[in-house]
Nanobody, 121 residues
Framework: QVQLVESGGGLVQAGGSLRLSCAASGSIFTVGSMSWYRQAPGKQREFVADISSGGRINISASVRGRFTISRDNAKNTVYLQMSSLKSEDTAVYYC???????????????WGQGTQVTVSS
């Protein structure tokens, strides 16, 4: 069984910063790409950023220049550093990971439970 546990969400004023963390644990052989998504009230879940195990990064245009993604492979943890936050960044942020449970098997996608980020204007 694999769990993704997110932390670091909360309430922050516009222009402020937050750092989200997501740690994968369980019977893991290796973790491939790790991603952050977000879902605002009444909207579809949208991609924010991802990072491969080798450090290759993709970031949504809506947050580029304000958010950075990083990971610690030894800890199977991904981070999202969010700066210059805006009210439109308010959402539940979800972590996603491609996890290989058994060598030579395909990866399985796991999601975290989500962490609320609220930006007050």
């Amino acid at each position: 069984q694999v769990q993704l546990v997110e932390s670091g969400g909360g309430l922050v004023q516009a222009g402020g910063s937050l750092r989200l963390s997501c740690a994968a644990s369980g019977s893991i052989f290796t973790v491939g790409s790790m991603s952050w998504y977000r879902q605002a009230p009444g909207k579809q879940r949208e991609f924010v950023a991802d990072i491969s195990s080798g450090g290759r990064i993709n970031i949504s245009a809506s947050v580029r220049g304000r958010f950075t993604i990083s990971r610690d492979n030894a800890k199977n943890t991904v981070y999202l550093q969010m700066s210059s936050l805006k009210s439109e960044d308010t959402a539940v942020y979800y972590c996603r990971a491609n996890v290989v449970l058994v060598p030579e098997n395909d990866a399985t996608i796991y999601w975290g439970q989500g962490t609320q980020v609220t930006v007050s204007s």
